[in-house]
């Protein structure tokens, strides 16, 4: 069984920066591939942003892209969020994720076997 512990979400006005951390620990945690997905009130559960542990190798949704930046610290198990210039839209509880993919393209929740309990992120405007 593996489990992931969030943190770091929180208010920001728009145009901050924000990082979210997410530590895995338990089962065999890193044959997983580390994802990162954000839910909206009244919105499905979307992905935003995947990291493999062994390669560093790192996919982001084109709605984040060139503003959010995935990243790992293998000797902490923890897997990391960057979240630049935020918007209003991107206000949401994001949740990191454990879950098998081999291919280069965006998870989807039926990829994942782990979750953490999410992180509430809101931005002002």
């Known amino acids: 069984q593996v489990q992931l512990v969030e943190s770091g979400g929180g208010l920001v006005q728009a145009g901050d920066s924000l990082t979210l951390s997410c530590t895995a620990s338990?089962?065999?945690?890193?044959?997983?591939?580390m994802g990162w997905f954000r839910q909206a009130p009244g919105k499905e559960r979307e992905f935003v942003a995947y990291?493999?542990?062994?390669?560093?190798?790192?996919y982001l949704a084109q709605s984040v892209k060139g503003r959010f930046t995935a990243s790992r610290d293998n000797a902490k198990a923890t897997v990391y969020l960057q979240m630049n210039s935020l918007k209003p839209e991107d206000t949401a509880v994001y949740y990191c994720?454990?879950?098998?993919?081999?291919?280069?393209?965006?998870?989807?929740?039926?990829?994942?076997?782990?979750w953490g309990q999410g992180t509430q992120v809101t931005v002002s405007s």
């Open positions: 990291v493999r542990w062994h390669s560093g190798y790192t």
């Open positions: 338990g089962g065999t945690f890193s044959t997983y591939t």
């Open positions: 994720a454990a879950g098998i993919i081999t291919s280069a393209r965006p998870m989807r929740v039926d990829d994942i076997t782990y």
